[in-house]
């Protein structure tokens, strides 16, 4: 049988060093398969114009699975300083080429877990009756709607008339904002659609029945984002009541549901919401269990087959420039644990996870973030783990 190829794309800053410490303990854990690099990010936009290269969509195209590290973005006018002189007269752009990924291949839905370790001494914990401590078990599958909502890109500065007209005819718009000339004006769009509000939804139902989840929790603003929010919702209420009787469905709003996090974050079980409030409670939940550090995504289209695996953590360059490379590789090898359930791998995830576990239990080896240290380039020289030393723990519980 022909090894499986997987399109591994470093992308920029740590991401380079995270994807290939995680390619070594998938490795020892045994899992048989090629990698082909593809490029990505902020050296393809400076040097070729186009953060996503054609010949990288081909590869994915092609092999269907792939690991991803991390980009860099910048606001639009440092974008453009920094592309090649030879590029600047050719009304370019810059774009999220992760983004842009999600877009080209319909990747619509995205999964982030974030289920608290054992010992993790960054776990979030709380004061219960008569002062005493309590570590609340945070185990959450958030699903994020990947490609519609605010991230959808369409959007306008100094919209051109017939847009316009168009706000014009809608009442709110003529009463608030008449008043603004168009070329003051900036204008982003919320957009949902029912096909792909279906999909999310049902899989965030599925997820819960398949793993033994009680609830699903849609995480919006129905309240007053009516017409989207409000879709979401009643759809979800249709849903439960035809298809998926015995899961509980409940209804937050995204600013009540960010305080709740630290209230009773053991509570909750599937969250779905649309893209930027889906992006926002992700993190938020992250946080209660060790940080970026440990938030790993995967994001996939079930029709295609194709889907792309990543930490959610940036590419913070300034760590990227260390001597020796010091941030967190768990987001990572959890996010290769989840393209190893996504492809039936299930018992090398298995082994990978609980060598993880053990080495957080055990408490000996700790990445700088785990010590509660500040990122500071001596930060190994103070007994913090470095990455690889993080990475060789791991393979030693292997």
Known sequence: MAKRTIVSMP??????VVLEETIRVLNVAGFDAEYEEGDIGWEFWCKEGNPLPQRTIDLIEKHKIALFGAITSKPKDAAFE??????????????SPIVGLRQHFGLDICLRPCKSYIGNPLNFIRRGQGDSIEEPKVDVAIFRQNTEGLYGGVEWSNPPKQVYDALMTHKKFRDNFAWCSVEELSVSTRIFTKKYTERILRAAFDHAVKYGYKSVTVCEKPNVIRETSGMMYKMAQEMQKKDFPQIELWNTNIDAQMMWLTKNPETYGVIVAGNMFGDIVSDGFAGLIGGLGFACSAQFNPDSGIAVFEPTHGSAPKYADYPVSIVNPIAMIESACMML???????????????????????????????????????????AASTSQMADAIIAKL
Do not use: C, H, Q, W
């Open 341 to 383: 359930d996504y492809i039936n791998e299930f018992e090398i995830a298995k082994k990978i996870r609980k060598a993880v576990a053990e080495v957080i239990a055990e408490g000996k080896v700790r990445t700088y973030d785990m010590a509660k240290m500040t990122g500071r380039a001596d930060v190994v020289e103070k007994g």
């Open 82 to 95: 920094e592309l090649a002189p030879e590029l600047k007269e050719k009304g370019l752009v810059y774009s």
């Open 11 to 16: 992308g920029d800053g740590i991401g380079r």
